[in-house]
C-alpha cells in the first residue's frame, strides 16, 4: 500500500492542526488518522507524517513509540484488548485474557495465523465502572465474562 493520504484525508489533517496552536499538537490526531489508514505506524509512515507535518523524524517517533495504541506493527482484522488493570483484575480480568489467550493461541501483542484477531493485555482503559471490560477495535464492551467474550469472538470468525 502507497503511504499516502488521499485529498479528504489532507483536508482533514489541515482541519485537525488549526485546532491547535502548534503544528505539533495535532500528531496525535494524524497518528491515529494514519494507523486507521494504513493498518500500523510503520518507519515509513513516521517519516511521512514527519514530512507532511514538518516536523522532526523523531518528535513522530517518540509520540508513536511511547503510546502503545499505536501499533508497532500489523495487528489483527479484530485487536482484542483485555484490561488486567486493577479494577478489572478485581473482577476476573486476568481470567478473561487467560481465556482469550488460550483461546485463539495468541500472546500479548501477538496475531492469530490468519490475520483476523490480535490480543493486547492493556493497562486502564478508563471503563473501570464496567469492570471488566475488552475492546474490540473502537468498540468497549463492559461487564463482561467469560461466555461473553466467547459469543463475541465467535460472532467475528
Ligand atoms: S481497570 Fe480496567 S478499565 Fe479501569
Given at each position: 500500500?502507497?503511504?499516502e493520504?488521499?485529498?479528504?484525508e489532507l483536508s482533514?489533517?489541515?482541519k485537525?492542526?488549526?485546532?491547535?496552536?502548534q503544528?505539533k499538537?495535532?500528531?496525535?490526531d494524524?497518528l491515529w488518522?494514519?494507523?486507521?489508514k494504513?493498518?500500523?505506524i510503520?518507519?515509513?509512515?513516521?517519516?511521512?507524517i514527519?514530512?507532511?507535518?514538518?516536523?522532526?523524524?523523531s518528535?513522530?517517533?517518540g509520540?508513536?513509540?511511547?503510546y502503545?495504541?499505536?501499533?508497532?506493527?500489523?495487528?489483527?482484522?479484530?485487536?482484542?484488548?483485555?484490561?488486567t488493570?486493577?479494577?478489572?483484575?478485581?473482577?476476573?480480568?486476568?481470567?478473561?485474557?487467560a481465556?482469550?489467550?488460550?483461546?485463539?493461541?495468541?500472546g500479548?501483542?501477538e496475531?492469530?495465523e490468519d490475520?483476523?484477531?490480535?490480543?493486547e493485555e492493556?493497562?486502564c482503559?478508563?471503563a473501570?465502572?464496567?469492570?471488566p471490560?475488552?475492546?474490540i477495535n473502537e468498540d468497549?464492551?463492559?461487564?463482561v465474562?467469560i461466555s461473553?467474550v466467547?459469543?463475541?469472538i465467535?460472532?467475528?470468525?
Amino acid at each position: 500500500m502507497k503511504i499516502e493520504f488521499n485529498k479528504e484525508e489532507l483536508s482533514d489533517i489541515e482541519k485537525i492542526k488549526s485546532k491547535y496552536p502548534q503544528v505539533k499538537s495535532a500528531i496525535m490526531d494524524v497518528l491515529w488518522l494514519a494507523q486507521k489508514k494504513f493498518g500500523w505506524i510503520s518507519d515509513e509512515v513516521k517519516q511521512y507524517i514527519a514530512d507532511l507535518l514538518n516536523l522532526p523524524y523523531s518528535h513522530v517517533h517518540g509520540v508513536a513509540s511511547f503510546y502503545t495504541m499505536y501499533f508497532k506493527k500489523p495487528m489483527g482484522k479484530y485487536h482484542l484488548q483485555v484490561c488486567t488493570n486493577v479494577s478489572c483484575m478485581l473482577s476476573g480480568g486476568e481470567d478473561i485474557y487467560a481465556h482469550v489467550s488460550k483461546k485463539l493461541n495468541i500472546g500479548h501483542n501477538e496475531k492469530t495465523e490468519d490475520g483476523k484477531f490480535s490480543l493486547e493485555e492493556v493497562e486502564c482503559m478508563g471503563a473501570c465502572g464496567g469492570s471488566p471490560m475488552i475492546a474490540i477495535n473502537e468498540d468497549y464492551y463492559e461487564n463482561v465474562n467469560i461466555s461473553k467474550v466467547d459469543e463475541l469472538i465467535d460472532s467475528l470468525k
